[in-house]
């Protein structure tokens, strides 16, 4: 997704404005810290990490930034892509970000959360109502 935001700029074009490298580089530093986090967590709770295998998962996450979001890698992953949109100026990163969502909705987190509740059942239940999707 990053790739295609920078090949929008160069297919369509780029703006520039104050503080946009400044900018871009608080959202890399908060994707970062999003996503690097948790995937230790996962490591050290030695549970899967492939979003091909919910169905392996062994222990529900609900600390760290899992306190927060559901989906503390995703989220990490969204941050980027919008901070490459910011550093390579394209609006059409707006338009990726939102194809992003969707995309993770529909085909990634929606059948994690099947798999997540067949495993925990009331557990998961009691954690989706805490915890927000995103954030």
Same mark, same amino acid.
């Given at each position: *997704? ?14 520039? =404005? ?13 994707? *970062? ?11 050290? @709770? @030695?549970?899967?990490?492939?979003? =091909? ?6 222990? $529900?996450?609900?600390?760290? *930034? ?6 503390? *890698? ?13 550093? =390579?100026?394209?609006? =059409? ?23 997540? $509740? ?7 239940l009691e954690y @989706? @109502? ?6």
């Amino acid at each position: *997704m990053i790739g295609l935001v920078y090949l929008s700029s160069l297919l369509i074009g780029s703006v520039s =404005f104050d503080y946009q490298a400044s900018l871009s580089v608080v959202l890399v530093i908060a994707g *970062m810290g999003c996503a690097l986090p948790s995937f230790r967590l996962v490591a050290r @709770k @030695k549970t899967t990490i492939s979003p =091909f295998t919910p169905s392996e998962t062994s222990v $529900l996450l609900t600390e760290g *930034m899992y306190r927060y979001s559901r989906n503390p *890698m995703y989220l990490g992953l969204l941050l980027l892509i919008i901070a490459a949109t910011i550093w =390579f100026g394209t609006w =059409f990163g707006i338009i990726i970000s939102l194809l992003f969502i969707l995309l993770m909705n529909i085909l990634q987190i929606i059948p994690e959360e099947e798999a997540l $509740l067949q495993i925990f059942g009331e557990e998961y239940l009691e954690y @989706k @109502k805490k915890v927000r999707r995103w954030i």
